[in-house]
């Protein structure tokens, strides 16, 4: 059973703030990602980290950026949300390269 | 490329109406073919893994298969809860970690 937890689940917020989407596991797995999915989409990899300290951007273009200074944790920053970041975030984590993902239950993004 | 395409987008059965979801795919080379569930508003919850050509996987009334180009998963005498969106994703031989995901299957069950 995957432990992986996502916190908000929802947020509206409005044009300019700065959001955190937080993101915690408690498997002790070293590769961490963050997707991105809109309604009837695929998931677009944004983000990922192999470990401390490891930080990469994935496929699709992001004003987003993380950090990863601890194992258990991956947090997302927003520093000035706008519209077009309206979308369903997945925070997900896998123990190897051959093995599957776990995913959060996402925090969906509302930016009004 | 690589690329991921699973068809059809809807599907409609009826309950105990058995049906198969393709999910064709194009990689430089293959590391393993994940099939996921996902619930609405809830992220995708891991299903099977296949590594080669010919393997297959079965889980209560789910099978998947794998061939060189694309996978199957099978649902015999689907039931209402078997409603949700199946996600197939590739993970490509010399790629960093990301998974390709198709657009999904959403499937219906009517009792």
């Known amino acids: 059973e995957a432990d992986i937890y996502q916190t908000p689940r929802y947020l509206v917020i409005g044009t300019g703030k700065k959001i955190t989407l937080e993101c915690s596991q408690t498997m002790g797995h070293d590769k961490m990602y963050w997707y991105q999915q809109d309604p009837g989409m695929e998931l677009h990899l944004i983000h990922y980290s192999y470990g401390v300290n490891s930080t990469e951007k994935g496929d699709l273009s992001s004003e987003s950026t993380v950090s990863r200074i601890r194992t258990e944790h991956f947090p997302l920053t927003l520093e000035s949300a706008r519209p077009s970041h309206t979308s369903q975030y997945l925070c997900?984590?896998?123990?190897?390269?051959?093995?599957?993902?776990?995913f959060g239950q996402g925090t969906r993004l509302t930016v009004v | 490329e690589d690329q991921v395409t699973q068809s059809p987008e809807a599907l409609r059965l009826q309950e105990g109406e058995s049906s198969s979801l393709n999910c064709s795919y194009t990689v430089s080379g293959l590391r393993g073919l994940f099939w996921y569930r996902q619930d609405p508003g809830k992220g995708p919850e891991f299903l099977f893994t296949?590594?080669?050509a010919g393997e297959e996987k079965e889980k209560e009334r789910l099978k998947a298969t794998l061939t060189k180009k694309e996978s199957f998963l099978h649902i015999t005498a689907p039931k209402p809860e078997d409603s949700a969106t199946y996600l197939c994703a590739v993970q490509a031989l010399g790629s960093q970690g990301n998974l390709i995901f198709g657009k999904g299957t959403k499937l219906s069950v009517k009792p």
């Open positions: 296949l590594y080669s």
């Open positions: 997900a984590t896998r123990r190897g390269l051959n093995t599957e993902a776990f």
